[in-house]
C-alpha cells in the first residue's frame, strides 16, 4: 500500500466530512447530494468517448473506452446510499471501469430518496437493464454480455436486481461486480460497530439514517432491498470487492458466503486498510488501478 497516497485520500475524506457537518442545517439528503459530487477523486480518460442515453427516459450516459466492444455491455449503478449520487458524481469513476472492463458502460440516474422511496430504484435498474440487452451505444443491437456493476448502495442494487431479473424471468445477466456493496439495510454487520471511524464520516448512525429515507416503512429485511435476506440461489458469477477495514465489509463476506452455500459462484476480494468504494480514486492509489484490473480480468474472462 502506498501510504502517502492513501494519506492523501483520507486528508480528503476528513475534510469532506468537516464540510458536511457544517451544513447540518440542511436537510440530509442535500448535504449528502453535494458531498457525493466532491467523494471521488478519479481523474478523466480522455481517450474515453461520452455518448447520451435514454433507457426508459431516465438519463444517462455511455461511457467507451478505446478497447470497448460494444456487443459487450454494463450497467454501472451508482452509489450514494440510495438518496444521492448521479452521473456528474461518477462519470470521471465510470470513464475509469469503462477502460478497465472494454465494454460499453451505461451510466444511469435512477429515482432517488426520500422524493421517490424504494421500490423506485430497483424499478429504474431493471428497466435500464432490460433495456441495456437490447439497446446499444450505436442503436438497437442485442448485446452479446451483460453486466451489472454497482458501488455502495449501487451494488446492494445491483444484487436486488439480479434477484428481480430472476423472479420475473426476464432478461439475464452474464456477470456482476461490487464494490463496497450494501446488502444488509438492518445493518447488523459486526462491521458496521468495529470499524466505525468518525473521523472519515463512517460511522453506523450514516447507513440506519439512509435506510430510513429509502425503506420510509418497508421491512430492511425485504429481499430486494436487502439481498442478504433472499434466496440467492441462480445467481450469475460474482465478483465482490470490500475493504476488511469498512463498515460494509460483512455486508459482501456474509452475502458471498449465502452464495458459495446454494452452490453459486461468488469471488470476494478482501483489501486491508483501504476507505469505501476506494476504486473511485484512481489514478491516484495504485490499489484502485489494480482493483479494477482484477474486475476488469473477471469481466473480460466471461
Known amino acids: 500500500m502506498t501510504c502517502t497516497a492513501l494519506e492523501t485520500v483520507r486528508q480528503h475524506l476528513i475534510g469532506l466530512g468537516r464540510r458536511m457537518a457544517a451544513s447540518s442545517a440542511q436537510p440530509p439528503e442535500v448535504a449528502a447530494r453535494a458531498a457525493m459530487e466532491e467523494y ?3 481523474t478523466p480518460l480522455t481517450n474515453v468517448r461520452r455518448l447520451p442515453a435514454s433507457p426508459g427516459g431516465l438519463r444517462a450516459e455511455w ?6 466492444d460494444c456487443s459487450r455491455r454494463m450497467l454501472f449503478l451508482h452509489g450514494g446510499g440510495y438518496v444521492a ?3 456528474t458524481a461518477y462519470r470521471n469513476f465510470a470513464m475509469w471501469i469503462a477502460q478497465a ?8 440516474e435512477y429515482r432517488l430518496a426520500p422524493e421517490h422511496p424504494f421500490p423506485a430504484a430497483l424499478e429504474d435498474s431493471v428497466a435500464a437493464f432490460r433495456w441495456m440487452r437490447e439497446h446499444g451505444p450505436d442503436g438497437c443491437a442485442a448485446a452479446r454480455r451483460a453486466f451489472l456493476l454497482g458501488d455502495s448502495a449501487g451494488g446492494g442494487l445491483a444484487l436486488a436486481t439480479l434477484l428481480a431479473l430472476r423472479e420475473r424471468s426476464a432478461s439475464h445477466a452474464d456477470a456482476a461486480v461490487t464494490f463496497s456493496a450494501w446488502t444488509d439495510l438492518t445493518n447488523s454487520g459486526a462491521s458496521m460497530t468495529e470499524n466505525q471511524d468518525p473521523r472519515l464520516g463512517a460511522v453506523k448512525a450514516v447507513p440506519d439514517l439512509f435506510a430510513g429515507l429509502y425503506l420510509q416503512g418497508t421491512d430492511p429485511r425485504h429481499p430486494l432491498a436487502s439481498p442478504l435476506f433472499a434466496n440467492l440461489e441462480g445467481l450469475p458469477p460474482l465478483l465482490m470487492q470490500a475493504s476488511a477495514a469498512e463498515l460494509f465489509r460483512d455486508d459482501t463476506v456474509r452475502v458471498a458466503e449465502k452464495i458459495l452455500a446454494v452452490g453459486g459462484e461468488a469471488h470476494v476480494d478482501l483489501w486491508p486498510g483501504l476507505v469505501h468504494v476506494w476504486q473511485g480514486f484512481a489514478p491516484r492509489l495504485p490499489e484502485a488501478i489494480e482493483a479494477l484490473r482484477r474486475a476488469g480480468e473477471f469481466i473480460q474472462s466471461i
Open 101 to 108: 472492463m472494454r465494454c460499453a458502460v451505461l451510466l444511469i
Open 85 to 87: 449520487g448521479g452521473i
Open 63 to 68: 461511457l467507451l473506452g478505446e478497447h470497448s
Open 40 to 42: 471521488f477523486m478519479a
